[in-house]
């Protein structure tokens, strides 16, 4: 029985065959090209956001700066008129002082002359008008004639005595309140409890 050969078929591509185009999946289109006028516009669109970008935060640094100036200023202006208060209060009370200082002087003259009566007459003017000027600028002496008060009195001794414990017996250095603050606190002798003998 003659055996029946099958022809060799020809190669995809070879002897002037072309090979048969793939097959698209269903629905799927080729994307086009890039138009070069599109690449160009995107560019340009890229590059406009890009300098606004820039010039926002050109804007912002340039506020940024403006507002640290001005209150670096303002923090200045305030130390300076801090210190021309207190310079303006310093010679408030020194003015006010000048008159005790005149009058100070004047006692002093009085001693130099051997005048007694003048002096005491002079120094207790004096005392007077330096205490009206510092009550004037909130100065209070802290009362000290009854009860040991730790937080306006400051101890220095105690003593056995018939009084109540912790009355003030005496008062070694007198104390003074600015406002609400103890300036200095009173320095007192207090009775301590009275130990009975035997």
Request: charged share 30%; glycine share 6%; net charge negative.
């Amino acid at each position: 029985m003659p055996i029946k050969v099958n022809p060799p078929q020809p190669e995809p591509g070879r002897h002037g065959h072309k090979a048969p185009p793939a097959a698209k999946p269903s629905g799927e289109v080729a994307a086009p090209a890039p138009d070069s006028e599109e690449l160009e516009r995107t560019l340009t669109a890229s590059e406009q956001a890009r300098t606004e970008a820039e010039a926002l935060r050109d804007q912002y640094l340039a506020d940024l700066k403006r507002v640290a100036a001005d209150f670096d200023n303002y923090r200045k202006r305030v130390v300076r008129e801090r210190e021309a208060l207190m310079t303006r209060a310093h010679a408030g009370l020194v003015e006010a002082i000048l008159p005790v200082l005149d009058d100070l002087g004047r006692a002093l003259e009085a001693a130099g002359l051997h005048e007694e009566a003048k002096l005491e007459d002079g120094v207790r003017l004096v005392h007077r008008q330096l205490s009206d000027v510092l009550a004037r600028e909130g100065l209070e002496e802290i009362p000290s004639d009854g009860h040991f008060d730790p937080h306006v009195h400051e101890a220095l001794a105690a003593i056995p005595s018939e009084a109540e414990e912790g009355t003030i017996l005496e008062v070694v250095q007198r104390g003074y309140l600015l406002g609400d603050r103890v300036l200095r606190p009173a320095r007192v002798v207090v009775a301590a409890a009275d130990v009975p003998e035997g």
